[in-house]
């Protein structure tokens, strides 16, 4: 029997997942949640095989993943998301997801994701790849993505960066607003491109306004600096 996790906030998807989870007679459901807390409880409770979760719903983030991914590595993680940057979705698989579907999938390739998941395969629908390959993302990267590997943790200082990088602002007048100076500047967005596993302005503006750094309408009237 396999034993699922089902995290989300909305009631209307935890209710598919669960009529589509239902009709497969060794899947079962231990437990449904709405946010971090409730699955840090569930987890510490029941016995789990795979969350299905979605990280970029209101009450969760990555940090519980990369949490249980490390202290408990059997369980499997399974991203099911709306339409999110390839950027976002690489950063979920290295906090710890092995597998990454989205919430428009069919019946079967949400049923053939946890089955290969659990039995220690990494399942990517055909969406998700296309989205990863469309931004130029290695896709042979993601093959080398374990649980084991640590979040991608961004600094309060290289997030107040990322603000004004997706808010327009050039890398001289970011050093004046943060009193730093300019090669520091310099040096924060390198670091932040290769924690995000970007290499362009674009990229990181997308990142900013996917994990909801800035507003969508904030930067579609803001100039984009080239970097």
């Known amino acids: 029997m396999i034993k699922i996790v089902i995290a989300d906030n909305n009631f ?13 007679e060794d899947y079962q459901i231990v ?12 987890l510490t409770v029941f016995e789990v095989d795979t969350v299905l979760m979605d990280y970029c719903a209101d009450g969760f983030d990555l940090s519980v993943v990369n949490k249980w991914a490390k202290k408990v590595p059997q369980i499997k993680w399974i991203a099911i998301t709306g339409d999110e940057s390839g950027v976002v979705m690489v950063g979920a698989l290295r906090a710890g997801f092995q597998s990454y579907i ?22 990517f629908c055909g969406k998700v790849l296309e989205q990863i390959r469309r931004e130029n993302i290695n896709v042979d990267d993601l093959q080398i993505i374990s649980a084991d590997c640590d979040a991608v943790v961004i600094s309060e200082r290289e997030l107040e960066v ?23 500047i310099n040096t924060h967005r390198k670091n932040i491109m290769g924690k995000l596993g970007v290499n362009n302005t674009a990229a990181i503006v997308m990142y900013a306004v996917k994990t909801k750094l800035v507003s969508p309408n904030k930067y579609l009237f803001s100039p984009v600096q080239n970097s």
């Open 12 to 24: 209307i998807v935890r209710a598919g997942l669960r009529s589509v989870l239902s009709q497969c």
């Open 31 to 42: 437990a449904e949640v709405t946010n971090n807390v409730e699955l840090n409880e569930a």
């Open 102 to 123: 989205k919430k428009e999938c069919d019946f079967h390739e949400i049923m053939d994701s946890v089955r290969e998941t659990v039995n220690g395969a990494r399942f």
């Open 162 to 184: 990322i603000r004004y990088i997706a808010e327009g602002y050039t890398n001289v007048e970011i050093a004046d607003k943060l009193y730093l100076s300019q090669h520091t």
